[in-house]
């Protein structure tokens, strides 16, 4: 498009901005700005992530019905403000700024965690409170990255932030288990690094960020049909309503809806682990930590081979992993010798760590790519409100069956319920439309 335009002489003479993004590199400022923001920032929170659901279960006697109502409502306090943070950021084009009051609100909930988190109320406080700063930052953050990359290389931006970010994800439990053998299981030790950490993260964004700059799509050739009427009636503000109903997200929508009812939290996954014998409890925040590791190593392979065989694909692929979890964890034998118990739990952390890997970062990208770039924090931010609202009533559910009937019986109905909505996401994904007229005009005049 570019050289047909700069072999005519009728046409604008090529900007500084034309010449650049042609050759635009995918890994820049932004995208490791914003890695080491989520690096800093996960081992904040994994290293409580990693003693938390123990904590609560053994010391502040939490049912498994209380574990997934906590879980469960945290999801939704986050998934409700992420529309909030997408439209303030779409509107007003100030990304970095939106994400930097999330990571500020969690930054707040780390010290009041420290603080004077001793009661069960305290802690269900912070945990919102945590959850809402998580709520505001994803979707801004996401689309800053989507912003600064050209559109054929997200599948790697997400999956090279993705690596940063597990990087700290790895790093938390295990800095949260190396503090508790120095200080004899001393918690609030914990904490207090988790709050230094977290603010290490603030500190990230707001010294390498920058926000991506939109600049008016030129218009169209005299007869041509580009999309600045389109671009026009975005450039007024991202409206979730008309999302919602768009025929390239919808497909989108109904399958994180569909994959979402059938997914159940990690934390209670290591908790089955450890209710099924397979672990003991001085192990359980390296269960964390094993799960990063492979979530690190896969997160950008996958995002490349997202790029190659179709986004979707991974995704789906990522929630058989997640399936195959369930029944591993379903059939494990109770109380099995040394040898078999660390083999089916080596098993799970892997197939878990897989799903996470094909999963987060894999499905920014499949909005990205159905979404124009004015609508882009919006439209993830819609698409993970589903998928944590759907998640909501799985937290609840599993609570209630696993402590009615324990985790096999649970393992078991959910791996059903997973199954049936891994085939409605399918038929649904398979339907997706290619990206709006426009879209790619968007991408084109981002510059970092």
Known sequence: MYLTERSSPPQRPPSRLDRTDRARPWVGSTLIGLGLTSFFTDISSEMVAAVLPLYVVTQLGFSNVAVGLVDGVSQVCSALLRPLGGALADRYRRYK??????????????????????????????????????????????AAISLSTPPEALGRAFGLHRTLDTAGALAGPLLAFAVLARTRQNLHTVFVWSALFAFLGLAMLGLLVRNPVLRPAPAPAAGGTGGAGPARRVARGAKVRSLVGRRELAPILGASACLGVGTVGDAFLYLALRDRGLVADRWFPLLFAATAVVYLLLATPLGWLADRVGRARVLLAGYVALLAVYVVLAVSPAGAAIGPRWLIAAVGLVLLGAYYAATDGVLAALVSSVTAATERTTGIAVVTTVAALARFGAAIGFGVVSERWGYRVALGGFAVLLAGGLAGAAHLLGRSRPAPAGAGRDEEEVRR
Do not use: C, N
């Open 97 to 142: 700024e939106t994400a930097a009051a999330g990571y500020g609100l969690s930054a707040l909930a780390r010290v009041a965690l420290a603080t004077f988190a001793t009661t069960t109320t305290a802690v269900v406080g912070v945990q919102f409170v945590d959850r809402l700063g998580k709520g505001i930052r994803t979707a801004p953050r996401d």
